[in-house]
C-alpha cells in the first residue's frame, strides 16, 4: 500500500474537537539568515531586527527576530496536525508578544482548539476557533494568537 501523506495531513471537521490540545513537531531554529530574509521580503528594515552593531547600545543587546516571522512559523508548524486541510484562513486575532525572540532560539508551538461551528449554509464544511501559543527552547511563552479556519466535514 502506498501513503503520500494527504489524508493525514490537518483535520476534517469532526476531527477537531473544542478542549483539544495539539504539541506541534518538529521545532524550528531561527536562525540569522531566517530573520534577515524575513525582514528583508517583507521590507521590514527597522534596525531592531537587522543591525547587529545598533543593537549592541539597545536594552535588549542583540538582535531582536522580528515578530510576524514567528507568528507566520506558529500557523506553519499548527497546519500538519490541525489546517492541514483548510479551506480558508478566515482570521488572526489578539495576537501578543509575550516574550522577545532572539535569532538561535528554537521556537516550539502548541494549539488548542477552542470552538467548532458548524456551517449553517453549507453542510459540507465549518469553522474552528483556535489559541496557539509559541515557546522557546526554555519553554519561555514568546507569542499568543488566535485565529479561525474553514475546514471540509469528511463526509456530507
Known amino acids: 500500500m502506498i501513503h503520500d ?3 493525514s495531513f490537518g483535520g476534517y ?9 495539539f504539541k ?3 521545532g524550528k531554529t531561527i ?22 552593531n545598533y543593537m549592541k547600545d539597545h536594552q535588549r543587546g542583540r538582535i531582536l527576530v522580528v515578530g510576524p516571522l514567528v507568528l507566520s512559523l506558529v500557523v506553519g508548524m499548527s497546519g500538519s496536525d ?15 508578544h509575550d516574550a522577545p525572540v532572539f535569532q538561535g532560539d528554537t521556537i516550539y508551538a502548541e494549539s488548542e482548539n477552542l470552538e467548532v461551528i458548524e ?3 453549507r453542510t459540507d464544511r465549518g ?12 519553554g519561555e511563552k514568546g507569542l499568543t494568537l488566535r485565529r479561525r479556519f474553514l475546514v471540509p466535514r469528511r463526509e456530507v
Open 5 to 7: 501523506g494527504r489524508e
Open 13 to 21: 471537521l469532526e476531527d477537531l474537537t473544542p478542549g483539544d490540545v
Open 24 to 26: 506541534h513537531w518538529p
Open 31 to 52: 536562525t540569522e539568515g531566517d530573520n534577515h530574509l524575513f525582514s528583508l521580503l517583507t521590507m521590514n528594515t527597522n534596525p531592531l531586527h537587522i543591525d547587529e
Open 82 to 96: 490541525t489546517s492541514g486541510k483548510a479551506i480558508a484562513n478566515l482570521e488572526y486575532e489578539r495576537i501578543t
Open 119 to 121: 456551517s449553517r449554509s
Open 127 to 138: 469553522t474552528v476557533y483556535m489559541k496557539s501559543l509559541a515557546f522557546n527552547q526554555r
